[in-house]
């Protein structure tokens, strides 16, 4: 079945450092790629997505590229703030897979001043 | 505005207290779905639906039930709840057109 994969947090940085949080996954067909945060006592919100290969999704300051040699869906951010501190979880859905959603099971991100 | 409606948004109750978490949508979704996050575990998948009528198990469906009787509802009943079901609740919708799934704010629920 289809999977997600990605690194074990907790990560902490200081403000202004660079981000990256690795995310693999395992898919059948060509899924639809997704990072979403949740920020202390909230929700999840979308973040940023990408719909095919070699897309690029962004939003405020992360990016991410969909890489189907790798399978990979890395995050990044070149320069983080202590207001990104929360949890990022990287989540597929495959049209071949019942359109269901597979989250990866996130990672804490601390940004300290 | 465009959202999905979890409700209670803070519930304690009773070993073998039926409960229903509500959860509604405005915007004509055919997919639904109830997950638990848990620290430590993630977010885990309780079950999901394709459309009205349509109901599948996620990861973790024991103890839960759920009906999708109309297209904006999905309710998520615990007709026994256990400690062990004390958890953050979130459902979440998605259109089949759409990609991606919209998410409400959050039941937290204590079974004491």
């Known amino acids: 079945g289809n999977s997600v994969t990605q690194m074990e947090g907790p990560v902490t940085l200081s403000e202004e450092a660079f981000l990256t949080i690795n995310c693999t996954y395992t898919a059948t067909g060509y899924p639809s790629l997704f990072w979403y945060v949740q920020y202390p006592g909230e929700g999840l919100q979308l973040l940023l997505k990408a719909t095919k290969a070699d897309d690029k999704g962004s939003n405020k300051g992360f990016e991410a590229t969909y890489r189907k040699e790798t399978t990979s869906f890395h995050l990044e951010k070149g320069s983080v703030q202590v207001s990104d501190s929360a949890v990022y979880f990287c989540a597929l859905r495959s049209y071949n897979y019942g359109q269901n959603f597979v989250f990866g099971p996130g990672t804490r991100l601390s940004v300290l001043p | 505005e465009a959202q999905v409606t979890q409700n209670p948004r803070y519930l304690i109750t009773v070993t073998g207290k039926k409960l229903t978490v509500t959860c509604s949508q405005n915007m004509n979704h055919e997919y639904m779905s109830w997950y638990r996050q848990d620290p430590g575990l993630g977010l885990r998948q309780i079950y999901y639906?394709?459309?009205?009528?349509?109901?599948d198990k996620g990861d973790v469906p024991e103890g839960y039930k759920v009906s999708r009787k109309e297209k904006r509802n999905f309710p998520l009943i615990l007709e026994s709840p256990s400690p062990n079901q004390t958890s953050l609740y979130f459902c979440?919708?998605?259109?089949?057109?759409?990609?991606?799934?919209?998410f409400g704010q959050g039941t937290r629920l204590t079974v004491v």
């Open positions: 979440a919708s998605s259109s089949s057109k759409a990609t991606e799934a919209f």
């Open positions: 639906s394709m459309n009205v009528e349509v109901t």
